[in-house]
């Protein structure tokens, strides 16, 4: 079986591969541009041959049909110095341990625990700003992610220290993890990883020994994740390693972060553009809500708040997830050997105009429940599918919505005038760079 078979993407420089057109183009267009070549096509980053998939049916193959025949590709291999062993990179028999002591951590009655810790942490955020203020959203957003989800993770006692690093470095680390994964091995000490590495190599002593206070204490009553984690024990009673845990919590940094804080800033910017499906969000708060405070009871009843982050993450999704084949599999009428890397982008399989009409468009009613039964399945994958999907989705939109619920209402939005149009930046979402936006107390709609 040879990948010489599939047909190579347009623009191969001989030698380099693909890296001009991903450097001249960006990665976001070349991604997006890879679906009118074919479902399954072949990339090039220098010598190294990947496999791209790029239609609803290939993907879906590649998460389910072949999860199994799979493990996590370079992306992960590449970044398991930072995030170790973690769900989004362990393997086989540890990946469904782990996930199956984890997974009970996102149970309805444990999400409803985190939503009180979710609601004083967006109350707090909405009495800081003061009329005509400006802030920059995506630098507020992003800390406003790490503060809620470090109030989840570690108990407020002796969690501090580990809430400041991650404060510090995790946004180093998010800024250059996408270019650090595909960068070959023999750069790892080069000096431009300087300030990653040194971020990265932090942020791990403070968590381990976050970790080391918490074991230390009365786990039984500890209700934050890290204690939970703690305490977990499989079928025969063994519980996770303090490196596991570690590995663990870093993964639920880097997803749980970035996903939010981007969700949230590419919300408030379209609901800027948008004044009447905004105010279609303010009515439906002031019906379920009134003025009180926002409750874990209330987010299913705000499904025009659901409508917009779904859209949200359509437009702006995770960029790029690999797999390496573990046996030889057919993807789109294509043998494939072990050990072939694929790649697939939610992010251009979202924006594909065959599966979305004028998919550059802001249209939260493309997930009004008559629109969402006509769209197969396998269409709609922002959180990925199969044994790989995310497993705190439900956790990040719960974070989304009680922000949004708790903002809106008290704050209205907008653009700094004369500022730029905030564009795309690659790194594991498509995240917004600077988003200067100026707040003013909310007259009665």
Known sequence: MSLTAIPRAKGAVLGLGHIPRLLL??????????????????????????????????????????????????????????????????????????????QPMFYKERLAGYAEIMRKRAEKLAGSWSAGQQIDVDKVMGAHAIETLAATLFSADIGRPAVESVREDLPIILQSMLLRALAPQFTVNWPIWKRFNRSAARMRLVIDDVIAKTRASDLDSGTDLLSLLLSARDESGAGLTDEEVRDELTTMLFAGTETVASTLSWALHHLAEHPDVERELLEEIDAVIGDRAVNFADVPKLPSITRVLDEVIRLHGVVTLMRTTTEPVTIGGYELPADTELLFSLYALHRNPELYPDPDRFDPDRWLPEQVAQRPRVHVVPFGAGNRKCIGDKFAWLEATITLATLLPRWELRPVPGSKPPTEATAAMAHPTRMPMIVQPRRKH
Not at 64 to 70: F, L, P
Not at 85 to 97: T, Y
Request: aromatic fraction near 2%; proline fraction near 8%; hydrophobic fraction near 40%.
């Open 25 to 102: 183009r960006g990665p976001l267009a070349v991604l997006r541009s890879l679906h009118a070549e074919g479902p399954v096509v072949r990339l090039s980053i220098g010598t190294m041959p990947i496999v791209v998939v790029t239609s609803p049916d290939t993907v879906n193959a590649v998460t389910v049909t072949y999860g199994k025949a799979s493990q996590k590709g370079r992306l992960f291999k590449q970044m398991r110095p930072v995030v170790g062993n973690g769900l989004a990179s362990s393997d086989g028999p540890q990946h469904i341990r782990n996930r199956r002591l984890i």
